[in-house]
């Protein structure tokens, strides 16, 4: 199966968590898996981090870790995916050596040229519709994302608010992967396990 999943973690870790991420990495559409936790103590990420470890090696999907390089790399993470204000992006670039480092360039031509300088593993693109997780984010521009599908070998990873019907429109406009989180953490209809089926 053809792995076209970025997958972001709930905003809250409870204690079923690690049962349904291993039940949704398990249908094998999964190529990444972000620990996204704003506001929490280092600590708490590390321990979380040790379980999720486990489940992502399990099932053969890189684990990343958003915002924090350094921490990324002391609990042995596969990579950091790094927003505009997470820099700076040279000294992560360095510390991550062989590591994955990911960008968000918003819907920005320039952006994406300057991230591109920093020979990120992919860039980040959106957001292309109204998101949960952001909902104050600015609008993707879906000529964006075919310009840097079409400018860039690196991977693209398209975000914001996808789900079961709108995500296929964002493959066909050279988005190599997908970025989901609520549909799979916060659908009333579907549990994850089940929510994840949907992407093929």
């Given at each position: 199966m ?10 809250y870790?409870?204690?079923?968590f ?17 620990l ?9 990420i590390?321990?979380?981090?040790k379980?999720?470890n486990?489940?992502?090696?399990r ?15 002391k609990i ?5 995916h790094?927003?505009?204000?997470d820099?700076?992006?040279e000294?992560?670039r360095k510390?991550?050596k062989?590591k994955?480092?990911g960008i968000?360039c918003h819907?920005?031509k320039?952006l ?5 300088s920093?020979n990120?593993n992919?860039?980040a ?5 109204k ?12 000529d ?13 990873v398209?975000?914001g608010g996808i ?22 953490w916060?659908?009333?209809k579907l549990?994850p396990?089940?929510?994840i089926?949907?992407f093929?």
């Open positions: 053809k792995k076209i999943v970025y997958l972001l973690s709930p905003k870790i409870d204690k079923n690690y049962r349904n991420l291993d039940k949704v990495l398990s249908f094998g559409n999964t190529a990444f898996f972000q996204r936790l704003k506001n929490t103590e280092k600590k708490r590390s321990s979380i981090s379980k999720v486990l489940i992502t090696k099932h053969k999907v890189k684990f990343i870790l958003n915002d924090n390089y350094k921490l990324a790399i042995k993470a596969d990579g950091c790094m927003g505009q204000q820099g700076p992006f000294l992560a510390s991550l062989g994955i480092l968000t819907s920005s320039m994406t040229k300057k991230a591109l920093f990120p992919y860039i693109l959106g957001s292309f519709y998101s949960k997780l952001k909902p104050k984010a600015i609008k993707g521009d879906f964006i994302l075919k310009w840097a599908t079409k400018n860039t070998k690196k991977s693209v398209a975000i789900n079961n019907k709108n995500y296929k429109k964002l493959l066909r406009y050279g988005a190599k992967y997908i970025a989901i989180s609520s549909f799979i916060d659908n009333p549990e396990e089940l929510a089926r949907m093929k």
